[in-house]
């Protein structure tokens, strides 16, 4: 079983930055796989960024440019940085982790932009 234990989040304005962090709360072997999610009243679950372990990345397209995810391995850590976040950035943002052909969940954080 792998716990995610996330931070980060919260209220900005149009054009600031956030972190999301999200650690395995286990002291395991670094998960082949960690990234974000998010999902929007009414819309679906949507990739946001995930990056393997040996540090290959996918991004969705609404984000490319202005997010960037990276992760430490030796505390099994991964990082969410966002830049000039937009009102339709708001969601709520959940942190995956992909781990022998099973899916794990974070509790997931509240991203809201105000224009």
């Known amino acids: 079983q792998v716990h995610l234990v996330e931070s980060g989040g919260g209220l900005v304005q149009t054009g600031e930055s956030l972190r999301l962090s999200c650690a395995v709360a286990e002291g395991i072997r670094p998960i082949f796989r960690m990234g974000w999610y998010r999902q929007a009243p009414g819309k679906q679950r949507e990739l946001v960024a995930d990056?393997?372990?040996?540090?290959?990345?996918r991004y969705g397209d609404s984000v490319k440019g202005r997010f960037s995810i990276s992760r430490d391995n030796l505390r099994n850590t991964v990082y969410l940085q966002m830049n000039n976040l937009k009102p339709e950035d708001t969601a709520v943002y959940y942190c995956n982790a992909y781990e022998l052909q099973r899916d794990y969940w974070g509790q997931g954080t509240q991203v809201t932009v105000s224009s």
């Open positions: 990056i393997s372990n040996r540090g290959s990345t």
